[in-house]
């Protein structure tokens, strides 16, 4: 079978100390979906949706396309996030056979698409970050091939309060309510069309490291959230479950 064939829409650029470590999205989400054991041979083309204004001209060219996380807001009127927000509602109804995948600020451009301009808002109980427990549902479970509960990595301030129409909710925080969610082909289990996580499976310890450091000196984020962050920052997270996930949604319906 020919190489899995990702998109992969660049929402932002790392903080320069990371990228300098750990490379670009690009690099660190290729770093992440090769870890898993069940990841195939693939490949990952890059598009800067922000600077320039770049999409995949034929979408359904690729398996899938992955909307990464980004300092800016779901939420916001910029024009590159109004063309976002219209290529993923374009392509989810016309291109069902294209996934969907989405992490963090991707997760909420989604639910927007999909679910109007208040599916993602500030939400008014904070920040949630770093390592942090989320509870799954049934579907969550059977999805991730664990009982329970994941640790994730979390930076994100804004969030999805409820469901768009037609979504699976997969997982919850008491801070977020939709931590992850899918959205089935025709109604068929088996057949996930859109998976969304609000958590960082791509981030590892080190890299939240320098983000909290970052943000903490410059005031984004409070001295109090910085210290609760350093007690839990060496919780082991499931990053590379979440990654082997993806490519089990991915090679379920392929076509050969």
């Keep these: ?136 549902t049934p579907l969550g479970e059977k999805i991730f091939g664990k009982p329970g509960e994941l640790v994730m990595q979390q930076m994100h301030r804004d969030h999805v309060p409820s469901l768009p129409p037609g979504f699976h909710l997969l997982a919850s925080t008491s801070v977020a309510p939709v931590q992850g969610m899918v959205k089935f082909q025709d109604g068929q289990e088996e057949d996930v069309h859109i998976f969304a996580v609000q958590g960082h499976p791509e981030f590892t310890e080190p890299m939240v490291s320098i983000m909290v450091e970052t943000r903490g000196a410059s005031g984004i984020l409070s001295k109090e959230i910085v210290e609760d962050v350093g007690k839990r920052k060496d919780m082991p997270t499931d990053g590379v479950l979440v990654a082997n996930s993806i490519w089990r949604i991915l090679q379920s319906s392929r076509h050969s």
């Design 1 to 136: 079978m020919s190489p899995m064939k990702l998109a992969i829409l660049l929402c932002d650029t790392p903080l320069p100390a990371v990228v300098s470590t750990y490379g670009d999205y690009t690099v660190i989400f290729h770093r992440l979906l090769s870890s898993a054991p069940s990841a195939p041979s693939f490949t990952l083309d890059p598009y800067d949706v922000v600077s320039a204004k770049a999409y995949p001209e034929d979408p359904t060219s690729y398996d899938a396309i992955l909307l990464t996380g980004s300092k800016h807001s779901a939420h916001e009127n910029d024009a590159w996030i109004h063309k976002l927000v219209d290529f993923v509602r374009t392509t989810a109804s016309l291109h069902p056979q294209v996934k969907l995948i989405g992490i963090c600020f991707g997760h909420q451009i989604i639910a927007r698409a999909l679910g109007g301009d208040k599916a993602c808002v500030v939400n008014t109980a904070g920040w949630e970050v770093g390592p942090t427990k989320i509870e799954l």
